[in-house]
């Protein structure tokens, strides 16, 4: 009996040393999560006028860019998939990877050839694994990125768009990423960024009563764009990178949080039984000392005879 007392207070030993472990965690993923939140808060705006701006010069104009054109016939993609480079984040990673293989198996369907970009060392990891083909990759900084992280991951992406598709390019350029509802619900979503769907975009700004603005080009409708793609992409996918890391630190607290709770009902568990083998020890002991000081009696009480 007293060595299972000692297995139960190794145990307790054991869950208490990991439950401080990931209650620090969980106090880690708190403090990054709401930085994470100024920054998506700081950087939606600006995606989503200069988002604005591109629509209205594609809109405004007749000219024929990869921005906001659409090829005759699609045969090749881009996915950019965005991991993280660390797990503890429960479902995070599995969610927005199984996300990119469902559109990754509809472009397929569709007769386009993908080529995949992947951000984070668990999304790499999963492709690796599996011997899939990685056209570019990038590990690093998905837990604070910076806009220059997003430049360098835009830049590959930009070429490809722009080389035709027999020399390597392609038509189309679409992203996957974890958008940051709120800190209990972060969400898997899939967008395309290139061609620009200007239809989409003016239903949006419809339905909330936005009117796009007029602009006046200078030199060229053509010229604006060349300039505008370039930062157009950067600025999404940055918005991406920030969206996608406050969803890992939220969903890495919620992680902590619940490995932290069941780590204490696994320590009250424990407790409850290494007090239940004490009781029983003790027991035993008196029932032992009781019996002994009986025969004991017993004996003293033959010889008196």
């Known amino acids: 009996m007293g060595a299972q007392l000692r297995v139960y207070k190794r145990r307790i030993k054991s869950v208490t040393a ?55 016939t699609a045969t090749r993609a881009a996915v950019l998939l965005l991991t993280s480079d660390r797990g503890l984040a429960g479902a995070f990673n599995s969610n927005a990877i199984k996300a990119a293989e469902q559109l990754t198996a509809r472009l397929e369907a569709e007769g386009k050839e993908v080529d ?3 951000v984070g060392r668990r999304g790499v990891a999963h492709y690796n694994f599996r011997e899939r083909k990685i056209a570019k990759q990038w590990s690093g900084f998905t837990d604070q990125p910076e806009y220059a992280d997003a430049k360098t991951v835009a830049g590959p992406l930009i070429e490809a768009i722009e080389k035709d598709t027999a020399e390597g390019g392609v038509d189309e350029l ?5 958008e940051f509802v709120s800190m209990m619900t972060q969400t898997a979503i899939d967008s ?7 239809e989409e975009v003016a239903e949006e700004s419809a339905k909330k009563d936005e009117i796009l603005p007029l602009y006046d080009f200078e030199p060229s409708a053509e010229d604006v764009l060349d300039a505008l793609l370039p930062r157009y992409v950067e600025s999404r996918i940055y918005n991406a990178l920030l969206q996608s890391a406050a969803s890992k630190h939220a969903a890495t607290r919620r992680a902590m949080k619940s490995a932290t ?15 239940a083998a004490r009781q029983a020890e003790i027991t035993q002991e008196i029932s032992e000392i009781v019996g002994g000081a009986s025969a004991l009696a ?6 008196d005879k």
């Open 261 to 275: 709770d069941n780590a204490g009902d696994l320590i009250n568990n424990l407790s409850r039984l290494a007090n």
């Open 174 to 178: 679409h992203i996957v990423y974890t």
């Open 116 to 118: 995949s970009y992947i």
């Open 192 to 198: 395309r960024l290139l061609p620009l769907s200007l």
């Open 18 to 72: 990991t439950k401080k472990i990931t209650k620090a965690m969980e106090m880690i993923a708190a403090s990054r999560v709401v930085k994470a939140q100024r920054k998506v808060a700081a950087s939606t705006p600006y995606a989503t006028e200069l988002t604005r701006a591109v629509t209205a010069v594609g809109t405004g104009s007749n000219t024929q860019h990869p921005l906001t054109t659409e090829a005759e």
């Open 298 to 303: 017993d004996a003293t009480a033959g010889s």
